[in-house]
């Protein structure tokens, strides 16, 4: 089992700037072999991939809504993900979820439906 905990949510100003991260834990694994992703919700609305980052190529994913402002990094040593978001907006409030793939993920995590673990989730609210 992994587990999955969020950090650094908060409040901001439109046009500030936030970071998250994301530690895994667990026995017998390492992150090298999954990918991990940020997801988020909205209320009322269906959650949603923001960023991934795929096992082994470490190869990068952007909704087209966060590219060039979100950047996810990855340091398997550590079993940490991190997501830097830069240039908020009042629509990037919601909660976001740090998730995590199987080992060896069929399509390299990138569909929503491969990520089977998730942290709690930590709320970012960007005021107007």
């Known amino acids: 089992q992994v587990q999955l905990v969020e950090s650094g949510g908060g409040l901001v100003q439109a046009g500030g700037s936030l970071r998250l991260s994301c530690a895994a834990s667990?026995?017998?694994?390492?992150?090298?072999?999954?990918?991990m992703g940020w997801f988020r919700q909205a209320p009322g609305k269906e959650r949603e991939l923001v960023a991934t980052?795929?096992?082994?190529?470490?190869?990068?994913y952007y909704a087209e809504a966060v590219k060039g402002r979100f950047t996810i990094s990855r340091d398997n040593a550590k079993n940490t993900v991190t997501l830097q978001m830069n240039s908020l907006k009042p629509e990037d409030t919601a909660v976001y979820y740090c998730?995590?793939?199987?080992?060896?993920?069929?399509?390299?995590?990138?569909?929503?439906?491969?990520?089977?673990?998730w942290g709690q989730g930590t709320q970012v609210t960007v005021s107007s």
């Open positions: 998730a995590a793939s199987r080992p060896f993920p069929p399509r390299a995590g990138s569909t929503s439906d491969e990520y089977v673990y």
């Open positions: 667990g026995r017998s694994f390492s992150t090298y072999t999954m990918a």
């Open positions: 980052v795929r096992h082994l190529t470490g190869n990068i």
